[in-house]
């Protein structure tokens, strides 16, 4: 099955069980029309310490360029930091949880603003959001594993089985996301070789793609579903590139469109907008797990053959 036809797969798999896009619709209804959670006042606090600093130094010392400098860098902080919705934290979309209400930033003229000002509270919060989020995305993936296999959840099997996926997932990407921030931020120390340590994360994030369906869908323990991951793509590297390239272009460019619904347009085409792309990001995540499901039964079935040949 080629790229094209696994793609074809997971839409076909999800008009099946259409109900799946129930759990990331509510939460894009939440985080589009719900109260926000924001630490601008946090950013206007660094912000004002840091020109603070600035402002103490001596004319003569050079400082008023980089003035300049920190007055553009703060208009981004509170653009890109002070105007983000932290309750968007909710939202593992590198696991493939869709959603397209997290990218939207505050409106502090209509939406309502929950504030945070202290930095220990701030902490706790976001930790609590990722951890949360973390667990919310365990449920979403095995409900697309169990639609893949064709397979009706038993309740109390369902809710052990999302327990143990959320602890692998924490076990896997955690870590490896508190990894690749921190080589990041060295690597920024590098100037122009930073580039190549992104093009290494890219790498290790390619070889690691389908650990989250190594978990839910195998139900490996989290050092065998990286190995698991690994040997798939290692056997599949180009396609697996291709079916991630074009699953990433579909879903980021149908999620600006979206986006810019959602910010112009009427309640009711907002309300289609978050449905539609729920639609389409679980239709290629459903993608991904077939293509993990066929490429390892695939590699099982030649190590078999393997073994048999030597008896």
């Known amino acids: ?56 130094m001596p004319a003569e010392s050079g400082a008023v360029p980089a003035l300049l400098d920190m007055q553009a860098m703060a208009q981004l902080l509170r653009e890109m930091v002070g105007a983000r919705n932290i309750f968007g934290l909710l939202v593992w979309g590198r696991l ?12 502090a003229a209509t939406d309502r603003v929950i504030a945070l000002s202290q930095v220990g509270v701030a902490l706790l919060a976001q930790i609590a959001l990722w951890g949360w989020g973390l667990f919310l995305a365990s449920v979403f993936l095995l409900l697309v594993s169990y639609s893949v296999m064709d397979e009706r959840p038993r309740l109390e099997r369902f809710w052990r089985q999302a327990l143990v996926s959320f602890v692998g997932l924490v076990v896997v990407f955690v870590p490896l996301s508190f990894m690749a921030t921190m080589a990041l931020s060295f690597g920024a120390l590098l100037g122009p070789l930073v580039v190549f340590v ?31 991951s690994f040997v798939v793509v290692r056997f599949n590297l180009w396609r697996t590139i291709a079916l991630l390239v074009l699953t990433n272009i579909l879903s980021t460019g149908l999620g600006l469109i979206f986006v810019r619904l959602l910010q112009r347009g009427p309640f ?44």
């Open 1 to 56: 099955m080629g790229v094209i036809d696994t793609i074809t797969a997971g839409f076909r798999t999800l008009s099946r069980r259409v109900w799946i896009i129930l759990l990331p619709v509510a939460l894009d209804l939440w985080l589009w029309r719900g109260p926000k959670l924001s630490i601008a006042p946090l950013v206007e606090d660094l912000i004002a310490w840091v020109e603070g600093m600035f402002q103490a």
């Open 96 to 107: 493939g949880f869709p959603s397209v209400a997290a990218a939207l930033p505050i409106n």
């Open 198 to 228: 992104a093009v290494g994360i890219l790498w290790v994030a390619v070889f690691i793609a389908f650990v989250p369906q190594a978990i839910t869908l195998a139900h490996e323990p989290p050092w065998r579903a990286i190995v698991s």
């Open 268 to 311: 009711l085409v907002g309300v289609l907008a978050i449905v539609a792309n729920a639609y389409v990001g679980t239709a290629l995540t459903a993608a991904l797990f077939i293509f993990y499901r066929d490429r390892l039964a695939m590699l099982r079935e030649m190590a078999e053959r393997e073994r048999m040949a030597r008896l």
